[in-house]
T-cell receptor, first 113, second 114 residues
Framework: QQQVKQSPQSLIVQKGGISIINCAYE??????FPWYQQFPGKGPALLIA?????SEKKEGRFTISFNKSAKQFSLHIMDSQPGDSATYFC????????????FGEGTQLTVNP | GAVVSQHPSWVICKSGTSVKIECRSL??????MFWYRQFPKQSLMLMAT?????????EQGVEKDKFLINHASLTLSTLTVTSAHPEDSSFYIC??????????FGPGTRLTVT
C-alpha cells in the first residue's frame, strides 16, 4: 500500500508569517505532486502542483518545493492570511495506477489575525 | 477550473432507507469518476473508481452491494447508499476526471443517518 506521510498535523501561524507543510512519500513512480486546499463543508480544490522535472514552482504566495532524492515535497505559504485557514492535503499520483491520488493525512492550518 | 455539482448537498435519512447522490460535471466530460468518503477530521478515503459505461472498481473493504455506483454518461455519476446505517454517516465527495491530467472535486454531500 502506498505510504504518504504529511506533517505537521496542525499548524498555527500569525498573520503575515510563513506556513510550511511537508509531505514524504515512498513510491518513486509518483509523477504528479499536488497540494489541495479544503475549507470546512467543501470539497478539496487544487492549490498548486508540480511535476518531478522541476524542483520548485511558485504561484503568488504559494510555493511548492520538490526534492526527488529525499522523496519529499513541501508547501510554503508566504504572508499567511486568515483566509488561508483551511485543511491542506498532499496527494501524489502515479499515472500507471489510473491516476489515483494518494492523500496524506491532512494539515489543519490556522492563521491568527 | 471545471464546474462539478453534487446533489443533494445535505441529506438526513432514517436507518434502513436508501439515498442517492448525484454528481455532474457541468463543463467537461468525465471519463473517470472517483468517489470518496471523508469522516470528520480525517483525510479522504477512496471508495471506488468507475469509467463511463463500465462497472465500478471498489476499494478493499467497501461493500459494492451497499454502495452502488452508476456512471452511465460522461457528465453524470450516481452513488446510492443502500440500507443506510448510522455508521454510513459521512461526507461523500465525487471527483471526475476528463482526458487531461486534472482531477476535480465536487462540493460534497453530507449524509446523516438517524
Amino acid at each position: 500500500q502506498q505510504q504518504v506521510k504529511q506533517s505537521p498535523q496542525s499548524l498555527i501561524v500569525q498573520k503575515g508569517g510563513i506556513s510550511i507543510i511537508n509531505c514524504a512519500y515512498e513510491n518513486t513512480a509518483f509523477d504528479y505532486f499536488p497540494w489541495y486546499q479544503q475549507f470546512p463543508g467543501k470539497g478539496p480544490a487544487l492549490l498548486i502542483a508540480i511535476r518531478p522535472d522541476v524542483s520548485e514552482k511558485k504561484e503568488g504566495r504559494f510555493t511548492i518545493s520538490f526534492n526527488k532524492s529525499a522523496k519529499q515535497f513541501s508547501l510554503h505559504i508566504m504572508d499567511s492570511q486568515p483566509g488561508d485557514s483551511a485543511t491542506y492535503f498532499c496527494a501524489p499520483r502515479e499515472e500507471t495506477s489510473g491516476s489515483r491520488l494518494t492523500f496524506g493525512e491532512g494539515t489543519q492550518l490556522t492563521v491568527n489575525p | 477550473g471545471a464546474v462539478v455539482s453534487q446533489h443533494p448537498s445535505w441529506v438526513i435519512c432514517k436507518s434502513g432507507t436508501s439515498v442517492k447522490i448525484e454528481c455532474r460535471s457541468l463543463d467537461f466530460q468525465a471519463t473517470t469518476m472517483f468517489w470518496y468518503r471523508q469522516f470528520p477530521k480525517q483525510s479522504l478515503m477512496l471508495m471506488a473508481t468507475s469509467n463511463e459505461g463500465s462497472k465500478a472498481t471498489y476499494e478493499q473493504g467497501v461493500e459494492k452491494d451497499k454502495f452502488l455506483i452508476n456512471h452511465a454518461s460522461l457528465t453524470l455519476s450516481t452513488l446510492t447508499v443502500t440500507s443506510a446505517h448510522p455508521e454510513d454517516s459521512s461526507f461523500y465527495i465525487c471527483s471526475p476526471r476528463g482526458g487531461a491530467a486534472e482531477q476535480y472535486f465536487g462540493p460534497g454531500t453530507r449524509l446523516t443517518v438517524t
